[in-house]
């Protein structure tokens, strides 16, 4: 089975400054996604960006970026020039790329809470 | 296009009360996903539902939650009788199942308190 660990319970960032959010996996499959949810207190999970695992480029979304390494099962999340509306828990998640019955379920960290000061 | 819509998003019960939540998934997702989140954790599957099929409800605990996705469009999941570990939020979830990132929409939660 996978498992995701987010071993940063908590980060603080001043607006427009940088934070980094780590999150390690553990799998035997070669291939497969990764993704970084943001849950506002509003309680809505919203996709802030996905990986492919076979893609070597990381991905980048406006200000969010990513820092994939495969071999080291790292997958960071980087986000630049923080807002006040950063602030939010940030889960990582894994979801196999094998196609079975249950394709396409996530398998989540714990979270990071992000808290973003002005 | 609408979003997954859940109810209630609030709940409070006594233990060993029953309570049900119910899921609408965006239109032709046929994937549904059921989610629980206790607080300081991330979520954790509970059942997942391809069109009115289940296909994966192997984290559901069966002695007291029940879950239903009747025609394969609306869903309901059921606590009967409720423990005090079982306050958490419940996040409903749905997908397109086609290949590549396969993206899930989730609701915004029903929280639930037992005291």
């Known amino acids: 089975a996978q498992t995701v660990t987010q071993s940063q319970p908590e980060m603080s960032v001043q607006e427009a400054e940088t934070v980094t959010l780590s999150c390690t996996y553990d799998?035997?499959?070669?291939?497969?996604?990764l993704f970084w949810y943001k849950q506002p207190p509003s309680r809505q999970m919203i996709l802030v960006i996905r990986q492919e695992a076979y893609k070597q480029q990381n991905a980048t979304e406006n200000r969010f970026s990513v820092n994939f390494q495969k071999a080291a099962k790292s997958f960071s999340l980087k986000i630049s020039d923080s807002q006040l509306g950063d602030a939010a828990m940030y889960f990582c998640a894994y979801r196999s790329a094998i196609w079975t019955d249950s394709w396409g379920k996530l398998q989540f960290g714990a979270g990071t809470q992000v808290v973003v000061t002005p | 296009e609408a979003g997954v819509a859940q109810s209630p998003r609030y709940k409070i019960i006594e233990k060993r009360q029953s309570v049900a939540f119910w899921c609408n998934p965006i239109?032709?997702?046929?994937?549904l996903y059921w989610y629980q989140q206790i607080l300081g954790q991330g979520p954790k599957l509970l059942i997942q539902f391809q069109n009115n099929g289940v296909v994966d409800d192997s984290q559901l605990p069966k002695d007291r939650f029940s879950a239903e996705r009747l025609k394969g469009v609306d869903s309901t999941l059921k606590i009967q009788p409720a423990k005090l570990e079982d306050s958490a939020v419940y996040l409903c979830a749905s997908s397109v199942r086609t290949g590549g990132a396969n993206v899930l929409t989730f609701g915004a939660g029903s929280r639930l308190t037992v005291l």
């Open positions: 799998t035997s499959e070669s291939d497969y996604y």
């Open positions: 239109s032709g997702h046929a994937t």
